[in-house]
T-cell receptor, first 111, second 112 residues
């Protein structure tokens, strides 16, 4: 079945450091891929998405590229801020509409 | 505001009680979901409804019963609450497969 594996946290970085959170997936067909962010005490918010191979999703300085050949959708940001501290979820959605989430990666950015 | 809204935000109750969580979306989406998030942030799908019909019913105790009076509402009723039911419950809705889900802000349930 479809599944998502993302790097385990927690991840702790200093402000302005480069961020990568790895995500790989297993799916039949051509799913859409997503990154969600959950700030403390809040629900999940869609951060970015990509719906086909080689698409790049981007938002708020974050980027992720849909790599079919490596079945990956790694999240990157060139310079993190304290306000980026949150839990990040990778997810895929197949065309039967079932969304699968990874286990989440907690990011803490220190000043 | 267009959104997914769920109430209450916090719910503290004793073991054995029955409680309900309500969810409403005004996004015009056809599909609604209930997720349970444990203390380690793991998200587990519980139920999915498409236009008032049950689509997904994962392995969830039958003490949990979803009710969808119309496609804009999906409520969750829980009977005979147990300590292990303590978690954050999220409602979500979605349109087609190329789009993500829109989540509510969550209901933190604490069973004492």
């Amino acid at each position: 079945g479809n599944s998502v594996t993302q790097m385990e946290g927690p991840v702790t970085l200093s402000e302005e450091a480069f961020l990568t959170i790895n995500c790989t997936y297993t799916a039949t067909g051509y799913p859409s891929l997503f990154w969600y962010v959950q700030y403390p005490g809040e629900g999940l918010q869609l951060l970015l998405k990509a719906t086909k191979a080689d698409d790049k999703g981007s938002n708020k300085g974050f980027e992720a590229t849909y790599r079919k050949e490596t079945t990956s959708f790694h999240l990157e940001k060139g310079s993190v801020q304290v306000s980026d501290s949150a839990v990040y979820f990778c997810a895929l959605r197949s065309h039967n509409n079932d969304m699968r989430f990874g286990a989440g990666t907690r990011l803490t950015v220190k000043p | 505001d267009t959104a997914v809204s769920q109430t209450p935000k916090y719910l503290v109750t004793q073991m054995g009680n029955d409680k309900s969580i309500k969810c409403e979306q005004n996004l015009g989406h056809d599909t609604m979901y209930w997720y349970k998030q444990d203390s380690k942030k793991f998200l587990k799908i519980m139920f999915s409804y498409n236009n008032k019909e049950l689509i997904i019913n994962e392995t969830v105790p039958n003490r949990f019963s979803p009710k969808s009076p119309d496609k804009a509402h999906l409520n969750l009723h829980i009977n005979s609450l147990e300590l292990g039911d303590s978690a954050v419950y999220f409602c979500a809705s979605s349109g087609d497969a190329d789009h993500g889900y829109t989540f509510g802000s969550g209901t933190r349930l604490t069973v004492v």
